[in-house]
């Protein structure tokens, strides 16, 4: 059973930065791509950036790209998200993911099945 725990969500003013963190467990991390998304009220969940399984590749939406790093740290079975320069336009809840495949890259999880956290709020004030 895999298991994802998001945290690091709060409220920050705009320009301010934030990390989340997903921890994962139930299989063997280091052998997956892993990815956040992200749903703002009344939108449907998006992708925000995925990295592959040595953490060598990555890829992000084009909203959030040279703002936010997604990194991961096999040894802990943590993947991050680092988010500077917020908009208020980030607020959503921010959601970890993990392919039901171990043959999905980072550039497919955006239509991959997917194993999700429970998700972590993140509020960007104006």
């Known amino acids: 059973q895999v298991q994802l725990v998001e945290s690091g969500g709060g409220l920050v003013q705009t320009g301010g930065s934030l990390r989340l963190a997903c921890a994962a467990s139930g299989r063997t991390f280091s052998s997956y791509a892993m990815g956040w998304f992200r749903q703002a009220p009344g939108k449907e969940r998006e992708f925000v950036a995925a990295?592959?399984?040595?953490?060598?590749?990555?890829y992000y939406a084009d909203s959030v790209k040279g703002r936010f790093t997604i990194s991961r740290d096999n040894a802990k079975n943590t993947v991050y998200l680092q988010m500077y320069s917020l908009k208020p336009e980030d607020t959503a809840v921010y959601y970890c993911?993990?392919?039901?495949?171990?043959?999905?890259?980072?550039?497919?999880?955006?239509?991959?099945?997917?194993?999700w956290g429970q998700g972590t709020q993140v509020t960007v004030s104006s």
């Open positions: 990295i592959g399984w040595t953490g060598a590749s990555t």
């Open positions: 993911a993990a392919p039901v495949s171990r043959s999905t890259t980072p550039q497919r999880m955006g239509t991959s099945d997917n194993y």
